[in-house]
């Protein structure tokens, strides 16, 4: 007897045929329609198979409401289509970028049965409770930020909740984890969202031109100020002001922050009168404050100003997978710079990405990925690729245990390539569909107990 498996009909109904066979072997089917279901509604559910009848939607009509809900959730889709479907570009592109396996009507329900067992033991595969970021205006959780680790989702939660407010924002953490893009997602998420996003690096403008940078100046203010200019603090009013790296803000214009902050006036270089300016404050720093403040370095007036509400962004050694998560996401977006196919990464690219402390965060692991696209000569992306062949653990295996490890290693590649038809699979590998049974069990990627005779029947652990 199989175990009770959940499954998602995303459509109205299913034959009463199909119902039968789908109950008979222990799916507990749910009927959800993806037009009427509130966005992100599979995301915090487990594991399970879905089926996904394009028969009842209709297309580009239904696109973006079938992506926001396909996207972020741990379903193995199977998709059925009626002839003819699949020559539309939307449908090749959802079923291409969201289902294991498609089936063409007429098709009988063992063939479906079939593809969702075969769906749910691939999905299986993945990390147990997963949260994978939506692929919809919500890209990767917030903004462009991508996370799946328990520090992540309470940061994507901070963001939702202080977006609501106008109080200003203090974003703590080092350097290369990602403070812009978590201020850009308060912005996107906050009243003033179409009004401008104005970001300044406080540690890269020379001292003695910050204060014109910030306030402005008229014309004549000093030597070679031909024309008045409005500084950042004006040009970013009824928007967002982002002070990045405000510890490296000097003395002299921490004054005339301060001041700003208290009458919400500026007063440009040069000029006698003051303009009014409402602008939202979001700053950020790798400066440990409360240093700052006993050495003198930074006033305490200024940084209780600043930091009404926290954020603390975590590094990217304490995110776990999520290493893994961004290093694919970043081969996606830059692979086209390879001139060639990638297929990913090596196993020992793996171990080495999670072995490396990463002290330069996330900024360091986009450069060396797209590094390592442009200089690698295989398919994969190895740890010499990425210059972290000194972090791969080595550890001493008997030649059984090796040849056993990579026949491991070939079949799960196989399965996934064929989105675990094992009629293909073992047409690839060169061995037979019984052959290819027998390995499933021997390396525990099947239940010994279960029937050699029906593909539905191999969950993969």
Known sequence: ???????IYAAHTASPTLRARLEACNWD?????PTLARKGALQSRPACAGVLDFSTF????????LEEFLSGSQVGWVAIVSIGQTDDPHVRRLIRDYCFDYVTLPVSDDRIVDAVGHAYGMVSLG???ATRAPASSDAHGEGEIIGSCEAMLALFRSIRKVATTDAPVFVSGESGTGKELT??????????RNQPFVPINCGAIPPHLLQS?????????????NQRKIGRVESANGGTLFLDEIGDLPLESQASLLRFLQEGQVERLGGHTTTPVDVRIISATHVDMHSAMLEGRFRADLYHRLCVLQLDEPPLRARGKDIELLAHHTLERFKKDAGRSLRGFSPDAIAALHNYSWPGNVRELINRVRRAIVMSEGRAISARDLDLAGYVEIEPVSLAQARGAAERHAIELALL???GRLGDTAQELGISRVTLYRLLTTHGLRAPAESEDSAAAVALV
């Open 213 to 225: 940078e910030l306030f402005g100046y008229e014309r004549g203010a000093f030597t070679g100020a």
């Open 183 to 192: 201020a850009q997602a308060i912005h996107a998420r906050s009243p003033r």
């Open 127 to 129: 990390e147990p409770n």
């Open 29 to 33: 089917v749910e009927y959800m329609q």
């Open 58 to 65: 209709v297309l580009p009509q239904h696109l973006r409401t």
């Open 417 to 419: 390539r064929h989105r």
């Open 1 to 7: 007897m199989y175990p009770i498996r959940k499954l």
